[in-house]
């Protein structure tokens, strides 16, 4: 049968994984709680307008002051989180991704999580039929091999010697569309994870695609 995309190009927290709620946000609480304790904390509506504007790296250098060694203790807090905790998939994706790959679909993810830690989840979730991604980008200390960077999403189509065309990236923010726009891949956006009109209006306009549910995402890659 066939498939509209012979490769996914695959966000991964809050487009996949349901994660900003059960793990970054709290991660975010006792980060503040130990770096910024006389700070109140954003609550969890902003937290993710912070996570799509200006982006958490900037929010915690530019807005809260970060100097460098914080960040490394703000990274050492966040991966106590993400190494404890494992958030679900959003229900009916893993049945989705299956299909997909059932059908000769690529599964690969470009993401500012570790590499790590998302091929857990996927290897956590997998059923008698395991459906791990092809390739991973996760977060890379070098700006110019992480998303926005067209870097991952040009070694993905290098790597599979299909065109711009053969692809998509879902994702649910800002730097997957630039990363789109930079190789000439379509974007659709993940717009399940929350319900922030600012959000979703600045995404309806930017993204070639919008969908609010998962099963809407089935039936338009799917069929």
């Known amino acids: 049968m066939n498939i509209r995309y012979k490769c996914l190009i695959l966000d991964h927290d809050d487009t996949v994984v349901d994660s900003t709620s059960s793990i970054h946000y709290p991660a ?36 809260l002051g970060f100097d460098d060694e914080e960040i490394e203790q703000e990274y050492t807090i966040w991966r106590e989180f993400t190494q404890t905790k494992i958030p679900e998939f959003y229900d009916g994706f893993m049945d989705m991704l299956a299909e997909y790959k059932a059908r000769g679909g690529i599964i690969t993810v470009v993401s500012h999580s570790d590499v790590d830690i998302i091929r857990s989840h996927y290897r956590h979730h997998s059923n008698s039929t395991p459906i791990e991604p092809e390739i991973i980008f996760g977060w890379h200390v070098d700006s110019e091999k992480r998303k926005p960077s067209p870097y991952p999403v040009e070694c993905i189509l290098d790597e599979f010697q299909i065109t711009s065309e053969d692809a998509l990236i879902l994702d649910d923010l800002k730097p997957g569309v630039k990363m789109g726009g930079a190789t000439g891949v379509s974007v659709a956006a993940a717009g399940w994870g929350h319900q922030i009109p600012e959000i979703r209006l600045d995404m309806e306009g930017i993204c070639d695609f919008y969908f609010t549910r998962v099963d809407e995402f089935r039936t338009f890659l799917l069929g």
Do not use: A, C
């Open 28 to 63: 975010h609480l006792e980060i503040m709680k130990r770096l910024r304790p006389e700070q109140t904390p954003v609550s969890l509506e902003e937290w993710f307008l912070k996570n799509y504007n200006p982006g958490i790296f900037e929010y915690y250098t530019d807005e």
